[in-house]
């Protein structure tokens, strides 16, 4: 059955460094989507993209962050400068339809020390 | 905004049926739906409903909408060990693309 996978599991790093996050989104799918939980708290919605552009976005989602699709499968997540509150799991989620049901990857936790 | 709430916790003894409960706050929801949430795993999409249904039924999930109350509830039939986890509701509104808001979660215990 198809997933939708995201490398690394787990990256650790210090603020004030970029990271990017990667995902492989089912491969016929066309909508793709990042959230993000904080330990304890809701999942939050951070963008979503279509057709290489942006769809919608949060308040969360601020120029620190950035969103890119460099190929026909992977889907990544930049945030340029990270703060100790980025620290969270990330979930990357893709659809077949805008309207469809939306399937998430396992998710990278990311911890900014 | 929109705003969708759930119980933090349900404990239910095996074989028992589980029943979590929802509310969501945003009326042009147009599909809502369960995720699963196992320890260090991912959100596994359990079901969803559309929001012009009443009941939706698949083996031992049944998910009850009531569009009026806003109120959402997902009943499992004979809870076993391995549905220990947490459960989200989501809701999500028209338009392409767009988000799925999320509860707070519901931890269900199961015990033997």
């Known amino acids: 059955e198809p997933e939708v996978t995201q490398t690394p599991s787990h990256q650790v790093t210090q603020m004030g460094q970029e990271v990017i996050l990667r995902c492989v989104p089912i491969?016929?799918?066309?909508?793709f989507y990042w959230y993000r939980q904080i330990l304890g708290q809701k999942v939050e919605f951070l963008v979503s993209?279509?057709?290489?552009?942006?769809?919608?976005k949060s308040e969360i989602f601020d120029d620190q962050f950035s969103v890119e699709r460099p190929d026909g499968s992977n889907f990544t997540l930049k945030i340029r400068s990270t703060k100790l509150e980025d620290s969270a799991m990330y979930f990357c989620a893709s659809s077949e339809q805008g309207e469809g049901e939306q399937y998430f990857g396992p998710g990278t936790r990311l911890t900014v020390t | 905004g929109e705003d969708v709430e759930q119980s933090l916790f349900l404990s239910v003894r095996e074989g028992d049926s589980s029943v979590i409960n929802c509310t969501y706050t945003d009326s042009s929801s147009t599909y809502l739906y369960w995720y699963k949430q196992e320890p260090g795993a991912g959100l596994q999409l359990l079901t969803y409903?559309?929001?012009?249904?009443d009941m939706k039924q698949d083996q031992r999930l049944t998910v009850l909408l009531n569009k009026k109350d806003k109120h959402l509830s997902l009943r499992i039939a004979d809870t076993q060990t391995g549905d220990s986890a947490i459960y989200f509701c989501?809701?999500?509104?028209?338009?392409?693309?767009?988000?799925?808001?999320f509860g707070t979660g519901t931890r269900l215990q199961v015990t033997l």
């Open positions: 491969s016929n799918h066309l909508y």
């Open positions: 409903i559309f929001s012009n249904m």
């Open positions: 989501a809701d999500k509104n028209t338009g392409t693309a767009s988000k799925l808001t």
């Open positions: 993209f279509y057709n290489n552009e942006i769809s919608e």
